[in-house]
């Protein structure tokens, strides 16, 4: 109980810390600088920071959704999942300087929030910190099942990720911060045994790429592949095209929502005059004289 009260108060600490420096970067930084750089780093910190893990499936779920949940109601714009700053460029949400400068931020921020992962488990607070700080640098793969297994599941994950995310994104938080949280949380409890469940090629890249049992090929395929193609396949599936690829939907026709009312064309010959019809019904046909 003393451990995971010592991460619940790393992980506020973090949180403060990372709000703080949001404040001042968006008074001391330019719009554009803080929304493609700063917001991304932040997040990315925030994201890898508070995990210590060594507790029960419960706890670890329970605290995921607690944190996907403050996350999403904090995030400000940043996603922190290069999938996502790819998504926004391609639905031409995003410039390609913007999304690289997203990309760039979450690289960063990703090794930033492994290092203070590292040095909160060299303060051993508790003795599960002692343990983690011995075992870090000789830890095994993520990948525990066939390589072409692995890639489906992260790209399944991803897929299911980015459609709800497509889904939600224009709704009231108050609606879709818990939805991506549960959805979060449901994806790391299905696919965690096989693969770690990160779809995410920022956070896997800073927690698993370093450690033995895979090469940086199968990493690469798992992790940066599988995610990116379940993105690729849920944009498609929700927009039926890909703006910034192309504009013709593949999937949906795309009728008009106002009906344009036929207009009766009369065929009137040649000569012929409308008649008018005097009182009683009957037509001006008599002849003249």
């Not at 003393?2 to 990372?18: E, T």
């Not at 999942?81 to 391609?90: C, R």
Request: charged share 15%.
């Amino acid at each position: 109980m003393d451990g995971l009260n010592v991460s619940i108060a790393f992980f506020f600490l973090v949180f403060g810390v990372c709000q703080v420096l949001r404040w001042l970067s968006k008074r001391l930084l330019s719009p554009g600088t803080h929304g493609c750089l700063a917001r991304e780093f932040l997040r990315m910190l925030m994201d890898i920071g508070p995990w210590s893990g060594g507790f029960g499936l419960d706890v670890v779920l329970t605290l995921l959704f607690l944190l996907s949940a403050v996350h999403g109601a904090s995030l400000d714009g940043a996603s922190a999942n290069p999938t996502v700053s790819l998504q926004e460029f391609l639905l031409l949400e995003s410039s390609l300087a913007a999304t690289a400068a997203k990309l760039l931020a979450q690289g960063v921020g990703a090794g930033t929030g492994g290092a203070v992962t590292r040095l909160y488990w060299s303060w051993e607070l508790t003795q599960l910190h002692f343990i983690q700080s011995l075992i870090a640098p000789e830890c095994s793969s993520s990948i525990r099942t066939s390589l072409p297994h692995a890639a489906f599941v992260e790209g399944s994950c991803s897929f299911l990720f980015h459609l709800i995310l497509l889904k939600v994104r224009q709704s009231h938080p108050l609606y879709r911060v818990p939805a991506l949280a549960a959805t979060v949380t449901f994806l790391t409890y299905t696919a965690g045994p096989y693969t770690g469940a990160f779809f995410n090629p920022a956070l896997a890249t800073a927690t698993t790429f370093h450690c033995s049992g895979s090469s940086f090929w199968d990493y690469i395929q798992v992790y940066w592949l599988g995610p990116l193609a379940g993105m690729l396949a849920a944009l498609l599936l929700f927009q039926g095209n890909i703006p910034r690829l192309f504009q013709k939907n593949l999937l949906y026709s795309q009728k008009s929502k106002y009906k344009v009312p036929k207009a009766k064309v009369t065929a009137q010959v040649d000569g012929d005059k409308p008649q008018k019809k005097r009182k009683g019904g009957k037509s001006n046909s008599e002849p003249r004289a």
